[in-house]
């Protein structure tokens, strides 16, 4: 059975020590970020902090939803301890199935209901993430719904929005993206005001599903009813009419002002470095709704691993693999190392024909543009084993014919080694590191047998060793 909210995801993850409620009080002022910034590098649990400095017991913060592979797990209904491969494998037969969401009245997100004057966005503990930020910002794990006007596409993104005074926020939504697209083309171009929505803290999937790297068109609610095995349930708004998660803790609802702009930023951002601040239209609030007692969830991106990594490296890698196999390439996996700060695709391919390589990175940059970096690896490389990845670039990718550097490309600007000039032009480079052994090379000459336990030793030898481990009771 799916799990419908952030309280039944944390009350579950609470039963195997993936979340954490904290007690003592927590300063919003920073504080709450650095132990949610804390927990991130150190692989550590989800944090719930119940009493936040100047706000009433019923405001509460949790930090660093998804920010294990263990509490994706949890969040799909899998058991916590379920092998990367595993996970991999259903939540990629998942995504290739859309399940359409339900309407509801009498939702939970809307048990409190504030408009008019009585807007104030600072009675929401709302967090100062990280030291250098521009300013306070209520999204960084949360669904911002926004619709297509001339179509039935209803697109959710997980763009950083920050706070500017009680009734305004800025929302970071560049023109590569499809919120910046659709408020440009369909909006300010005719000066219209655009409506939208902020999901804050709706269950854990359907945060997810914000992030994924789906093809304009396509609806983010959908992908999450497909995750979920059943239907999301929605709720309309009380002052425009978009649906939004009804079982989300917080909605903010506003509209986008086309002839303002006000700055936004800088922001820690998901690279591990810190990004300048940008110019985006104003977000004018026209209503705050939340649940008794709401929980505002946050994450801390920085140097991996945080929510961003995680959530990127599952959305991403079940779409790669979707593309591929719909080219007839002969894939069969590919991983985007959480570690790398969503800067690097690996793609495990059977290499079928000379120049594979080139075309698998061909497709994956057309897929998701502004990726910089694609490895491809033979079949026998475990992709989640960094131990294995690695080794295969440092033996088998030729410095000289395994490199391939593509100049210019398009670039996402908030890669850290871009240039001022890059960033403004979204004009850089990308790299394929071609980590198979070429196809014209005699199989029992020029390819060196690998030395490791599973293809070393026989099976019988295999199995004594394993049980010999076991009851020396090693790790």
């Not at 977000?283 to 505002?296: D, F, M, S, V």
């Not at 403004?424 to 071609?434: E, I, K, P, T, Y």
């Not at 060196?448 to 030793?457: L, M, Q």
Request: charged share 25%; net charge neutral; proline share 7%.
């Amino acid at each position: 059975m799916a799990i419908k909210d952030n309280r039944q995801f944390i009350k579950k993850a609470e039963t195997t020590g993936d979340v954490v409620r904290v007690k003592e009080e927590v300063d919003w002022d920073g504080e709450a970020g650095a132990l949610t910034r804390l927990t991130c590098e150190k692989r550590g649990p989800a944090l719930l902090f119940e009493k936040i400095k100047d706000y009433p017991e019923d405001r509460r913060l949790m930090g660093a939803p998804l920010a294990t592979f263990r509490r994706v797990a949890i969040a799909l209904g899998l058991k916590p301890d379920i092998s990367m491969p595993d996970m991999f494998q259903e939540y990629e037969k998942r995504s290739q199935r859309r399940i359409k969401p339900t309407q509801i009245k009498n939702a939970p997100c809307q048990e409190e209901v504030i408009k008019g004057k009585d807007i104030d966005i600072f009675k929401l503990p709302v967090p100062y993430i990280h030291e250098g930020d521009g300013g306070r910002y209520i999204g960084s794990w949360h669904a911002v719904v926004v619709r297509d006007p001339d179509s039935d596409w209803v697109n959710w993104g997980m763009y950083r929005t920050m706070v500017h005074n009680r009734k305004n926020i800025g929302c970071y939504w560049h023109i590569g993206t499809d919120a910046g697209k659709i408020l440009t083309t369909k909006f300010i171009q005719k000066g219209k005001i655009m409506p939208v929505a902020i999901a804050i803290g709706a269950d854990p999937i359907s945060c997810l599903s914000a992030s994924a790297p789906l093809k304009a068109g396509e609806n983010e609610v959908d992908y999450a009813g497909g995750l979920h095995q059943e239907p999301v349930e929605l709720v309309k708004c009380v002052t425009n009419d978009l649906l939004v998660p009804a079982h989300s803790e917080i909605i903010l609802e506003g509209e986008i002002i086309p002839n303002i702009k006000i700055q936004e930023g800088p922001f820690g951002e998901y690279t591990g470095y810190r990004t300048p601040g940008y110019y985006p239209r104003i977000c004018r609030l026209t209503a705050i709704t939340h649940r008794k007692n709401p929980i505002l969830t946050f994450t801390n991106m920085g140097m991996p691993v945080d929510d961003s990594g995680i959530c990127w490296s599952m959305t991403t890698s079940a779409e790669i693999t979707r593309h591929l196999k719909e080219y007839g390439l002969p894939v069969t996996g590919v991983f985007s190392p959480p570690e790398t700060g969503n800067m690097l695709i690996i793609v495990r391919i059977r290499t079928l024909y000379g120049n594979i390589a080139h075309v698998v990175k061909n497709i994956v940059t057309a897929i998701e543009p502004g990726m910089p970096k694609v490895m491809v690896v033979d079949d026998d490389v475990d992709i989640y084993n960094l131990n294995e990845v690695w080794h295969a670039f440092a033996a088998k990718c030729h410095p000289g014919r395994g490199i391939r550097i593509q100049e210019p490309d398009i670039v996402n600007p908030l890669i850290p080694f871009l240039s001022t000039e890059e960033r403004n032009h979204v004009r850089g480079a990308s790299m394929l590191m071609d980590c198979t052994w070429p196809t014209d090379w005699p199989k029992n000459t020029d390819v060196p047998p690998r030395i490791s336990f599973r293809e070393t030793y026989t099976k019988n030898i295999q199995d004594s060793a394993l049980k010999k481990w076991k009851r020396l009771k090693l790790k």
